[in-house]
């Protein structure tokens, strides 16, 4: 049975839009796009490349796959989570349905708790959200979260789009793990309680 874990960028006030780039996700005038930048170091790179060469499949909402697929579709394989994020399934969440061009790539279809309880049958391992807000608001409504991994950034940005917005379900989570980077990126494992 596979396990859903989310995997986020998030600043102090919690906001989780456009971490890596300017032109990312622009929506409401968001102006801070890379806002991770500065901070990022080998301690928070480790991080990502363990949870993506550890991850057994994605599933990711349709902006966070363009932006994924652009930028690691052809990239050179020879770095290990690119050669991963390539080879492994790819499940979106999305209304249309055009192609995807991302090898083993998939949509996701019918309703989504239905749908990730059917993924979560057939992936053995980690099946990871990478960004993707909207559907990890739709996926804590529907109580569907194993794990959340947080990497904590200590900048606040004002405004911009949160993880969260006050309409998940309740669940209980231990922290199983903290690790402080360099450059001040706290990063949580938070693990889903077996007794709510």
Avoid: C
Avoid at 117 to 138: C, E, N, P, T, W
């Amino acid at each position: 049975m596979g396990r859903l874990s989310v995997v986020n960028f998030v600043s102090i006030d919690g906001v989780v839009q456009s971490p890596l780039g300017q032109d990312e996700d622009g929506d409401g005038g968001f102006a801070h796009g890379g806002w991770v930048v500065p901070y990022t170091d080998d301690v928070v790179e480790q991080f990502m490349r363990d949870s993506t060469v550890g991850a057994s499949g994605m599933l990711l909402g349709r902006r966070s796959y363009e932006i994924l697929r652009t930028a690691w579709a052809d990239a050179d394989e020879s770095e290990p989570a690119v050669a991963a994020m390539n080879r492994m399934p790819k499940y979106v969440v999305s209304s249309s349905s055009e192609d995807l061009g991302w090898s083993n790539s998939h949509w996701v279809e019918g309703e989504l708790g239905s749908a990730v309880i059917k993924l979560k049958g057939i992936v053995d391992g980690d099946l990871v959200v990478f960004g993707s807000a909207a559907l990890v608001r739709g996926l804590a409504r529907l109580d569907l979260v194993d794990e959340y991994r947080l990497l904590l950034f200590p900048v606040l940005l004002g405004g911009g789009k949160r993880m969260f917005d006050g309409d998940a379900a309740l669940a209980r989570f231990s922290l199983a793990d903290t690790v402080v980077s360099p450059s001040g990126v706290a990063i949580h494992s938070f693990v889903r309680d077996t007794v709510t």
